[in-house]
């Protein structure tokens, strides 16, 4: 998953609520943030059923006017490609359909369908989902080279078996993340000498579940020796790794910083992990107990002020522990996350990742809408999604919310400020129509000239077209970005 730099907003240490413009915020309630979280990830799904990730949904954050790219795990880390377009990720697209799936209780759920034939077209070779990258090192650049992603392979297949998917095919990714090239500890590439604590999580969670589901990791392509032992060396890193780290899990170099984010993401990931090693889970949850702070939120590392991304996955991991002395903790957390949550600067700064979570924080406290309040919200983000396409003015937008879905106003804002559909889609049909014009204009001054014969004109209409075209769309370009208060 990628890195969350938003611990990295700092929250208020009172605990009576947040002020806006002179007056006291009234806390959310965990109904309204569960519509709202739901709204966003409808909103939030490109029209493929995937998810990108994002590192801040601020508007002075994000990326306009390109269209998404592959989610890839090398050269770089991050949440762009080399182009600067927001990267389409498998992980987070496991995330969101997971946390719809056990908000509404719906596998037909249109969005998560629609999520299942994205990941199931993404590229696949040999048992492994990965990336396709222009081949180094040689004069063919045109050659491409298929490289395989064992955190993408894992999560794809959560997401398959989760929601249904032939054994086969299971069967042939658990054999490549068992196998003793791959297999134990994972790294995000394939054949990484360098493995990390989330790979090696995510695989574990998806082979713990082959080993469980019947007729998975039985076939004859491997038999279930290979993951037995692929699943023991990767316990065994994990529990090294974390008694290195004070019981805590991070990930190295740029994506380093945040321990208390990555080991609640791990145990929400990985619940099985109480089954698996009893003692590690247990050391790792009493941990993150210890760090609450007062104000009863956690923080992205131990010592920092709380910070929203944390207290909901820490919260989350806490429920799903099923744990009797968590009660008093995740209430503590909840609250927190109702009152910082109605302040818009707070909303603006969570990730993908975070709204998924908090989706499923509220299912599994018992939140669920009923079937007319999950066609309502999806209609919302469907009529959201349509106006935007029509204009990039938001106020009319953002009328389909409704009162109690005010503080996702700004995190759609922040959609419209660059990567999702909406914003890109109506600057690309505003320039298509504009070179489409120019082009259909001087095709028929052509046409003039040559009739009345005006000479060399004819000649010179293909390079004017050209010219004019480029010259039209720069102003128009900027007279969008000045309509969108982007400069």
């Given at each position: 998953m990628h890195s969350h730099p938003s611990g990295s907003l700092s929250l208020n240490s009172h605990r009576i609520g947040l002020y806006g413009r002179g007056m006291l915020t009234k806390p959310l309630t965990l109904d309204q943030i569960?519509?709202?979280?739901?709204?966003?990830?409808?909103?939030?799904?490109?029209?493929?059923?995937?998810?990108?990730?994002?590192?801040?949904?601020?508007?002075?954050?994000?990326?306009?006017?390109?269209?998404?790219t592959d989610d890839r795990a090398a050269p770089t880390h991050g949440s762009r490609s080399a182009t600067g377009r927001p990267r389409k990720s498998v992980t987070l697209t496991y995330f969101a359909a997971s946390a719809i799936h056990e908000y509404t209780r719906d596998r037909a759920n249109p969005c998560i369908q629609t999520a299942l034939s994205a990941v199931a077209g993404r590229p696949y070779e040999c048992g492994a989902y990965g990336s396709v990258f222009p081949e180094s090192d040689t004069r063919h650049s045109e050659r491409k080279v298929f490289v395989p992603n064992a955190r993408h392979t894992a999560t794809a297949g959560l997401l398959f078996a989760a929601f249904g998917s032939d054994n086969a095919r299971l069967s042939e990714m658990s054999a490549f993340l068992a196998s003793p090239r791959e297999g134990g500890p994972w790294g995000e590439r394939s054949g990484s000498r360098d493995p990390d604590c989330l790979s090696t999580a995510y695989s574990l969670a998806f082979l713990d579940n082959c080993r469980r589901k019947p007729g998975v990791g039985t076939q004859a392509v491997h038999d279930t020796a290979d993951i037995e032992a692929a699943m023991a060396?990767?316990?065994?890193?994990?529990?090294?790794?974390?008694?290195?780290?004070?019981?805590?899990?991070?990930?190295?170099?740029?994506?380093?910083?945040?321990?208390?984010y990555k080991t609640a993401t791990i145990l929400c990931v990985l619940p099985s992990l109480v089954e698996l090693d009893l003692a590690l889970y247990r050391r790792t949850l009493a941990k993150l107990k210890s760090l609450q702070n007062a104000d009863g939120g956690w923080p992205a590392a131990p010592g920092d002020r709380s910070s929203m991304g944390s207290t909901v996955w820490v919260s989350l991991a806490?429920?799903?522990?099923?744990?009797?002395?968590?009660?008093?903790?995740?209430?503590?957390?909840?609250?927190?996350?109702?009152?910082?949550?109605?302040?818009?600067?707070?909303?603006?700064?969570?990730?993908?990742?975070?709204?998924?979570?908090?989706?499923?924080?509220?299912?599994?406290?018992?939140?669920?809408?009923?079937?007319?309040?999950?066609?309502?919200?999806?209609?919302?983000?469907?009529?959201?999604?349509?106006?935007?396409?029509?204009?990039?003015?938001?106020?009319h937008q953002l009328l389909v919310l409704g009162p109690e879905l005010q503080f996702v106003r700004e995190p759609l804002r922040g959609l419209l400020a660059g990567t999702a559909p909406p914003g890109p889609r109506a600057r690309t049909l505003w320039i298509s129509r504009l070179r489409l014009g120019t082009v259909v204009l001087l095709g028929a001054l052509s046409v003039l000239s040559l009739a009345l014969k005006w000479g060399p004109w004819p000649f010179f209409a293909p390079v004017g077209a050209a010219v004019l075209t480029v010259l039209l769309t720069v102003v128009l370009q900027r007279l969008l970005d000045r309509r969108d208060g982007r400069r």
């Open positions: 569960a519509k709202g979280a739901y709204l966003f990830l409808a909103s939030d799904q490109w029209d493929d059923g995937m998810w990108a990730r994002s590192l801040s949904l601020r508007q002075d954050q994000r990326w306009g006017g390109q269209d998404g060396r990767g316990l065994q890193w994990l529990a090294a790794d974390a008694a290195a780290r004070d019981d805590l899990w991070d990930l190295w170099g740029r994506e380093a910083g945040e321990p208390v806490l429920v799903k522990s099923q744990t009797q002395d968590v009660d008093r903790l995740v209430a503590n957390g909840i609250d927190l996350i109702a009152a910082e949550l109605a302040e818009p600067a707070v909303s603006s700064c969570l990730v993908t990742a975070d709204w998924a979570a908090l989706l499923e924080l509220a299912a599994r406290r018992g939140l669920h809408p009923s079937a007319s309040e999950d066609v309502q919200v999806r209609r919302r983000a469907k009529q959201f999604v349509e106006s935007a396409l029509r204009s990039n003015s938001t106020d």
